[in-house]
């Protein structure tokens, strides 16, 4: 492919789309309604308002709890999420809020340029000594975001002069030129940032910098060795015994297979996406499809949760995808849709987006509850009550079940869902000067700019519960262009017309191409069939073996103990069982739920030992109807038992 940036789809931005219904809107309207007010609730009475209000005897006013290093992160999530709310839903009260603590950012901000509430309040003397654990360049990243979006949001620009100059040191201080020093974040996230700062400002010298942290990473002589020698430290000793766990084991363009912290990493290569979309470089193109292949082939869940292990919040090995155990953070699925939305503007392919949709609808959507104000951090495919794996951050209720909570210690995931939530209308589209692609379907309406003429798009849908998907199309005079339509991974078979009129188009890399010169009032039709689908594994992924799971369109369908009894890993799906799916209009709004025959496979009685032989023990299988929902609206009602993957009988 010869890759010349100049002919590769554009991403929109989200005040070109307009959401008035379906399942965004609904997640839109708890996001605006509850998720932002109770974040902002939260960052408040945990002292990170406060801890802006540079202490000089090192207390937060009114708490003693002391800062902790990543707090300045969730301040900058919280701004990116309310600015992207207030781009398409003005709110007076909101962006007062925003202007205030905006305010405090900025007294907070030293001479020199340097921004930070933990170093700033607590130990100046500590300032950039450990690039490896210590979060200054990820907050900074984080805020940079935050600021980039309150301008577009606002036409404010006072927080993004406070990250230019946060980011004028931080060029100042690190680099490849002589007299600098050569480090580079050790949670990525400022390289993602780095190039959004150089696409609102046009400055070169961010973009630079950003491939300059990219191309640093991992190389010998070791930054994070000779970091650690001056703090009096052996590398050896370093927690996590190997830098692989924040992707600097090798320089990254030697690097072949998805490693480490999970968060870290997506971060990373999304960065690394837009340094190579940016730069026009082959090379980390190339370097992009091999870490997406082996990530999305080897290591990702079926609900697109990323990295199976609490102990390094990330990845273990090809296959290992534990479903009670699996860690898979909320922000793993956020970061990887932030990936793959960016390899599609690198490589236009629905592959990317398939893997954008199964992350938002799966992983990402169960982060946060229906009514918006509990979050996951974990989001493991079984869940059965007295375990609870990541007690460090997720805690119990008192039954013992793993249930949302309204806060962690360390709260990445609520801001970051927030955010993502609220810029999701960003994602629906993307246009070349010809071509207009539909991404995501929902109901919505944008505008967006085609060989000079503004073009009107409307769709109606109820996906991703129904397959069919009406666009009307809106142009001053006719106007010939292409329409790009995506057909998703999982759909098997559709129909397409336009204005009636049958159409027989075969996709191309996952788009089918309606090429003609278009009216006020066309439209387009497009029904994706959407029957139940029984997943079946990988064979080498162990954990799910015998296993079945349930998926209709994009949505990944799980069990759960109110609606089916206890003991769910005793019930089996008969191969020859008739799955249906209905609307349920009572349930959270009206979702789809699949139903259909099941068997609950139980001793007649049981001796009381632990393990008895088969010749002993009669087993009955008592047939019952079965009710599946959306895997991410789990854990909303009664608290109890969970499965996604379900024996096959
Ligand atoms: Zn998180």
């Not at 709310?85 to 340097?114: C, F, M, N, R, W």
């Not at 292990?309 to 956020?334: M, R």
């Not at 292409?482 to 049958?502: D, F, K, M, Q, T």
């Not at 047939?623 to 608290?639: C, G, S, V």
Request: aromatic residues 12%; glycine residues 8%.
């Amino acid at each position: 492919m010869v890759f010349d940036k100049k002919s590769l789809p554009e991403p929109i931005y989200l005040d070109q789309v307009q959401i008035p219904g379906g399942l965004w809107e609904n997640r839109q309207s708890a996001n605006r309604n509850r998720t932002i007010p109770a974040i902002y609730n939260k960052l408040q009475e945990t002292g990170r308002i406060d801890a802006w209000k540079m202490n000089p005897d090192r207390t937060i006013p009114g708490r003693r709890s002391v800062i902790y290093m990543f707090f300045d992160s969730d301040t900058g999530k919280w701004v990116e999420a309310a600015a992207y709310s207030l781009h398409t839903h003005p709110d007076k009260a909101l962006e007062k809020q925003v202007d205030d603590l905006i305010d405090l950012v900025e007294s907070a901000q030293e001479d020199d340029g340097y921004l930070n509430t933990f170093f700033g309040n607590l130990e100046p003397e500590n300032k950039w000594a450990n690039l490896r654990d210590w979060h200054e360049m990820y907050n900074a990243g984080h805020l940079i975001e935050g600021a980039v979006a309150y301008k577009r949001a606002t036409g404010k620009d006072k927080l993004l002069k406070v990250l230019s100059r946060f980011a004028d040191l931080i060029d100042e201080k690190f680099g490849p030129d002589e007299g600098k020093e050569r480090g580079y974040p050790g949670h990525p996230e400022l390289e993602m940032a780095l190039a959004t700062l150089y696409r609102e400002t046009g400055e070169d010298k961010y973009l630079a910098l950003s491939k300059y942290f990219i191309d640093e990473r991992g190389k010998d002589p070791h930054y994070f060795d000779k970091e650690a020698a001056e703090r009096g430290e052996k590398p050896e000793d370093f927690w996590a015994q190997s830098y692989k766990y924040c992707q600097a084991h090798k320089p990254i363009r030697e690097q072949e297979e998805a490693t480490g912290h999970a968060v870290r990493a997506c971060y990373l290569y999304a960065g690394i996406a837009d340094v190579a979309l940016e730069t026009e470089d082959e090379e980390l193109l190339e370097l992009s499809r091999l870490l997406w292949n082996d990530l999305t082939s080897h290591q990702m869940y079926i609900t697109g949760g990323l990295g199976p292990a609490h102990s390094v919040e990330g990845f273990t090995f090809a296959y290992d995808l534990p479903n009670e155990t699996a860690y898979a953070e909320t922000c793993a699925g956020i970061s990887l849709a932030f990936w793959a939305h960016r390899m599609f503007h690198l490589e236009p392919h629905g592959r990317y987006i398939d893997v954008m949709e199964r992350a938002l609808y799966n992983n990402v959507l169960a982060g946060v509850s229906y009514e918006g104000d509990q979050f996951f951090y974990a989001n493991p495919l079984t869940s059965y009550p007295f375990i609870n794996p990541h007690e460090h951050f997720s805690g119990v209720n008192s039954d013992k079940h793993y249930r949302r909570q309204d806060w962690f210690f360390c709260p990445c995931c609520p801001p970051n869902l927030s955010r993502i939530v609220a810029n999701i209308g960003s994602y629906f589209y993307s246009t070349t000067d010809e071509r207009v692609y539909v991404h995501m379907y929902n109901d919505n309406s944008t505008s967006v700019e085609l060989k000079g003429a503004t073009v009107g798009l409307s769709q109606s849908t109820n996906y991703p519960w129904d397959g069919a998907i009406q666009l009307t199309v809106d142009v001053e005079n006719p106007t010939e262009f292409e329409i790009a339509l995506r057909i998703p991974g999982w759909c098997r078979g559709y129909s397409l017309s336009v204005n009636g009129n049958a159409q027989s188009l075969t996709p191309e890399n996952g788009y089918v191409i309606v090429s003609r010169e278009w009216q006020s009032g066309d439209t387009v039709t497009l029904t994706l069939d959407m029957p139940v689908d029984r997943i079946v594994p990988h064979p080498q992924i162990r954990q799910d073996a015998g296993h079945i799971a349930l998926q209709r369109g994009p949505i990944v369908y799980c069990l759960e103990e109110v609606d089916n009894g206890a003991n769910l890993a005793n019930v089996a799906i008969p191969a020859n069982s008739q799955l249906d799916s209905g609307m349920e209009g009572d349930l959270f709004g009206g979702i789809a739920v699949i139903t259909g025959d099941a068997v609950r496979i139980e001793p007649e009685e049981w001796s009381g030992g632990m393990y008895e032989p088969q010749a002993v023990v009669k087993h009955t299988r008592t047939p019952f109807k079965f009710k599946a929902i959306p895997y991410y609206l789990w854990a909303n009602r009664e608290p109890g038992e969970m499965r996604v993957w379900i024996r096959e009988a």
